[in-house]
């Protein structure tokens, strides 16, 4: 069975931190890559940033450049965005999700599994 299980969100004070994890397993677990987004109400999911499990390359969306990092465990299973100096806009569900090649990263339609999604909310 392919499984994402996404934690690490709650309620956070503008400027604060918080750090989501996302742990593979099953198919999911030999994906090239695993990406993060994030969905607020009303509005399209939205590419975060992309790792990729062998090589470690990391994209980062404008958006976010600067203050989230996304890494991965030394297992390779489990991947992490450290997300600090967050802003109200950055409260959305965050999703992660894995992809079995290159390409168009911020490309909802290019992966092939999802996770439940953790919710992150910044008050102001």
């Known amino acids: 069975q392919v499984q994402l299980v996404e934690s690490g969100g709650g309620l956070v004070q503008a400027g604060g931190s918080l750090r989501l994890s996302c742990a593979a397993s099953?198919?999911?677990?030999?994906?090239?890559?695993i990406s993060w987004f994030r969905q607020a109400p009303g509005k399209e999911r939205e590419f975060v940033a992309a790792?990729?499990?062998?090589?470690?390359?990391?994209y980062v969306a404008d958006s976010v450049q600067g203050r989230f990092t996304i890494s991965r465990g030394n297992a390779k299973n489990t991947v992490y965005l450290q997300m600090n100096s967050l802003k109200p806009e950055d409260t959305a569900v965050y999703y992660c999700a894995a992809r079995y090649s290159s390409g168009n990263y911020p490309a909802v339609y290019e992966y092939a599994y999802w996770g439940q999604g953790t919710q992150v909310t910044v008050s102001s």
């Open positions: 790792i990729t499990l062998s090589g470690g390359s990391t």
């Open positions: 099953g198919r999911a677990f030999n994906s090239y890559a």
